[in-house]
């Protein structure tokens, strides 16, 4: 993957004596204020740990929600005090993440250190990517580590608009690049590739690619109506996008050519109305009722799409296969994430919804990756440049 060969590492680098700000995703859950899932966070110690020994100051900046200035429910301080106990010190917290506060706390710093500065996001200047919002945060530290895929997609000021001579590649970013970008480089074959979720339109540039590389594309959730309308199946009231059938045909074609097979339902879950307790049954393809519609595949799908998965020795899983939020609709999903489990494949699943559908189905530790950015996997995978990586240093223009 040229990313990985191309930047910087964190064991390139000198860090003793050094301040490091730190981009890390600690955009987690919270209620109330209250801590639901501290992943993230603890996805990001060993990043921590390696700069702790190296004899590195640590500074620490993430983005929380999507507050629209200060507030509260979305501040930082929770986390420093979890991180505290994590990592077996104190961690400090500066009130704000710019200006003369903070700069005095970065001031009296000492090797060893651990300071979370407060959500970067109370700001607009951060999404808005202020070159002098940018250039304060810069004034914080000498190098600068990032290792928050999950923002790397987007060009906000503390992951693209900060310029330092030397910014590193955090482990976490690593190991999410190394194995994403596996999956494009050299997949074990065979490659299957499951999307699903609610619409092909969000899909369409990672489907496009997925079809250059995968042998078999599984294709589920509300986008698969799109797909099966444009074959000329009975969808009832399903969720479609009509503008699209077109593509899907195009879709269904270019892959027929490069010899990728589509898999999509054989029979689905059905109900009378976006409810959890609506009344369901179970129909073949083609026969949804005209006020019905598709919530979930059915169990001949999910046999068909666990055989899929049963003979492939890479599989790349984005997106639900029904509307798993309701009982009722959530076994197809569920289904298919413990099938998952059970292979000895590399499984690489990306997205909140099937991230939590892995850990509702309580099978996270039995697969391979689980990645912490949905949007940046996608955009990975489809080939984009992701702006947040484009501008850390390459190895070629570094001497320590
Ligand atoms: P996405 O963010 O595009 O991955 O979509 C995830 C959402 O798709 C989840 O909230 C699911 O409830 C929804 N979804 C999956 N299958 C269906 C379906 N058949 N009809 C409506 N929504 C669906």
Same mark, same amino acid.
């Given at each position: 993957?040229?990313?990985?060969?191309?930047?910087?590492?964190?064991?390139?680098?000198?860090?003793?004596?050094?301040?490091?700000?730190?981009?890390?995703d600690f955009n987690i859950p919270l209620n109330?204020g209250?801590?639901?899932?501290?992943?993230?966070?603890?996805?990001?110690?060993?990043?921590?740990?390696?700069?702790?020994?190296?004899?590195?100051?640590?500074?620490?900046?993430t983005h929380v929600g999507r507050p629209s200035g200060f507030d509260v429910a979305l501040s930082t301080?929770?986390m420093?005090?979890?991180?505290?106990?994590?990592?077996?010190?104190?961690?400090?917290?500066?009130?704000?993440?710019?200006?003369?506060?903070?700069?005095?706390?970065?001031?009296?710093?000492?090797?060893?250190?651990?300071?979370?500065?407060?959500n970067v996001r109370f700001?607009?200047?951060e999404t808005?990517?202020?070159?002098?919002?940018?250039?304060?945060?810069?004034?914080?530290?000498?190098?600068?580590?990032?290792? #928050?895929?999950?923002?790397?997609?987007? *060009?906000? /000021?503390?992951?693209?608009? @900060? !310029?330092? +001579? &030397?910014?590193?590649?955090?482990?976490?970013?690593?190991?999410?690049?190394?194995?994403?970008?596996?999956?494009?480089?050299?997949?074990?074959?065979?490659?299957?590739?499951?999307?699903?979720?609610?619409?092909?339109?969000?899909?369409?540039?990672?489907?496009?690619?997925?079809?250059?590389?995968?042998?078999?594309?599984?294709?589920?959730?509300?986008?698969?109506?799109?797909?099966?309308?444009?074959?000329?199946?009975?969808?009832?009231?399903?969720?479609?996008?009509?503008?699209?059938?077109?593509? #899907?045909?195009?879709?269904?074609?270019? *892959?027929? /050519?490069?010899?990728?097979? @589509? !898999?999509? +339902? &054989?029979?689905?879950?059905?109900?009378?109305?976006?409810?959890?307790?609506?009344?369901?049954?179970?129909?073949?393809?083609?026969?949804?009722?005209?006020?019905?519609?598709?919530?979930?595949?059915?169990?001949?799908?999910?046999?068909?799409?666990?055989?899929?998965?049963?003979?492939?020795?890479?599989?790349?899983?984005?997106?639900?296969?029904?509307?798993?939020?309701?009982?009722?609709?959530?076994?197809?999903?569920?289904?298919?994430?413990?099938?998952?489990?059970?292979?000895?494949?590399?499984?690489?699943?990306?997205?909140?919804?099937?991230?939590? /559908?892995?850990?509702?189905?309580?099978?996270?530790?039995?697969?391979?990756?689980?990645?912490?950015?949905?949007?940046?996997?996608?955009?990975?995978?489809?080939?984009?440049?992701?702006?947040?990586?484009?501008?850390?240093?390459?190895?070629?223009?570094?001497?320590?």
């Open positions: 993957m040229q990313y990985l060969t191309q930047k910087l590492r964190l064991s390139d680098v000198d860090f003793a004596d050094r301040s490091v700000l730190v981009r890390v109330n209250v801590i639901v899932d501290d992943t993230r966070i603890r996805l990001a110690l060993p990043t921590i740990h390696h700069l702790l020994v190296s004899g590195a100051k640590v500074i620490l900046v301080l929770p420093a005090e979890h991180l505290s106990k994590l990592l077996g010190l104190r961690v400090k917290h500066a009130v704000d993440c710019i200006g003369s506060e903070v700069e005095a706390i970065v001031s009296e710093m000492v090797t060893g250190d651990v300071l979370l500065i407060e700001y607009q200047e808005d990517n202020d070159p002098e919002f940018a250039r304060q945060l810069a004034g914080l530290a000498d190098i600068y580590v990032n290792d #928050a895929f999950g923002a790397v997609h987007r *060009a906000h /000021a503390s992951t693209t608009g @900060i !310029h330092y +001579p &030397v910014a590193v590649t955090g482990q976490l970013m690593e190991r999410e690049i190394n194995y994403l970008g596996s999956l494009l480089a050299a997949p074990k074959r065979p490659f299957v590739a499951i999307i699903g979720g609610a619409k092909i339109s969000d899909k369409i540039g990672v489907i496009e690619n997925l079809i250059n590389t995968v042998d078999e594309l599984v294709i589920g959730g509300g986008m698969g109506y799109t797909f099966l309308k444009a074959m000329g199946n009975q969808i009832g009231g399903s969720i479609v996008e009509l503008d699209k059938l077109d593509l #899907a045909t195009d879709l269904m074609t270019k *892959a027929e /050519a490069k010899g990728v097979t @589509i !898999h999509l +339902p &054989v029979d689905h879950v059905i109900g009378q109305e976006f409810d959890p307790d609506t009344p369901a049954k179970i129909v073949p393809r083609n026969q949804i009722p005209i006020d019905w519609e598709g919530f979930d595949i059915g169990p001949e799908t999910v046999e068909v799409f666990g055989q899929v998965i049963d003979r492939a020795e890479t599989i790349f899983w984005n997106g639900p296969v029904g509307v798993y939020e309701f009982d009722q609709f959530a076994v197809g999903t569920l289904s298919l994430a413990k099938r998952i489990a059970e292979t000895d494949a590399i499984s690489i699943i990306g997205g909140g919804d099937c991230v939590a /559908a892995v850990q509702k189905a309580g099978v996270s530790d039995q697969i391979s990756h689980i990645s912490t950015g949905g949007g940046a996997s996608l955009e990975l995978i489809e080939g984009k440049e992701l702006p947040g990586i484009a501008t850390l240093t390459d190895k070629a223009d570094y001497s320590s």
